[in-house]
């Protein structure tokens, strides 16, 4: 079964500390995998997008790393600030011969940074 | 940049009515998705069209239908609403090429709240 797992759950971080989300999935096959931050109420926005010959991208203070071998991605989020508390969903494309590719939604993580 | 647009934003509506949700995609994109997002749940998929044609099909259950116009905007129509339709839906769109991220952008959701 095609399934995106994330942890923590949840997390608390003081502003200006770093954290690191973490990512596991058995989606097959894979095409590429998504981190998103969504907002409460408000409509998920890419972060990073790899293929599975990327090992790391970044994205100002938001880094993605993704290792295919052991299906594993993560995102450090350094320096955090206020307004990265949101939701990160993790997402994997699952490819499709159609050429359509289907989302496989994590259960996301939920970060909070408090002053 | 143009996003995607989604109206009404909020829908107020009681059980057994029927609801009409709009979606524009960005401009020259051709594949519109639509989302569900529960409380507190990740969003599940219920049906994409890609060139007008139902291109895939999720979770959508029998009571929705949604169509592709012409000019590749999109309506979900849901009928014989019940409480548990209540949720975020997201409208999402992307440009489809066969190989690439298609990378889809999603629209800030339109929240239903059946009464």
């Known amino acids: 079964k095609n399934q995106v797992e994330q942890s923590p759950q949840s997390l608390i971080i003081l502003e200006g500390k770093n954290c690191t989300l973490q990512?596991?999935?058995?989606?097959?096959?894979?095409?590429?995998l998504r981190w998103y931050k969504q907002d409460t109420g408000r409509g998920p926005v890419s972060l990073t997008i790899?293929?599975?010959?990327?090992n790391t991208k970044s994205n100002g203070r938001y880094t993605a790393t993704l290792d295919a071998d052991t299906k594993q991605s993560s995102l450090h989020i350094t320096a955090s600030q206020l307004s990265d508390s949101a939701s990160y969903i993790c997402?994997?494309?699952?490819?499709?011969?159609?050429?359509?590719?289907?989302?496989?939604f994590g259960t996301g993580t939920r970060l909070l940074v408090s002053p | 940049a143009a996003g995607v647009i989604q109206s009404p934003r909020h829908l107020i509506k009681e059980k057994r009515e029927t609801a009409t949700l709009k979606c524009y995609p960005i401009?020259?994109?051709?594949?519109v998705y639509w989302y569900q997002q529960g409380p507190g749940q990740d969003p599940q998929f219920l049906i994409s069209?890609?060139?007008?044609?139902?291109?895939d099909k999720g979770s959508i259950p029998d009571r929705f239908s949604a169509q592709q116009f012409s000019d590749y905007h999109s309506e979900l129509n849901m009928s014989s609403l019940e409480l548990g339709d209540s949720a975020l839906y997201f409208c999402?769109?992307?440009?489809?090429?066969?190989?690439?991220?298609?990378?889809?952008?999603f629209g800030p959701g339109t929240r239903l709240t059946v009464l």
């Open positions: 999402a769109s992307s440009f489809t090429l066969a190989g690439g991220y298609n990378e889809q952008f």
């Open positions: 069209f890609y060139e007008k044609m139902q291109s």
């Open positions: 401009p020259r994109h051709d594949t």
């Open positions: 790899m293929t599975f010959s990327e």
């Open positions: 990512c596991n999935y058995t989606v097959s096959p894979f095409s590429n």
């Open positions: 997402v994997v494309s699952h490819e499709r011969r159609t050429g359509f590719q289907k989302l496989v």
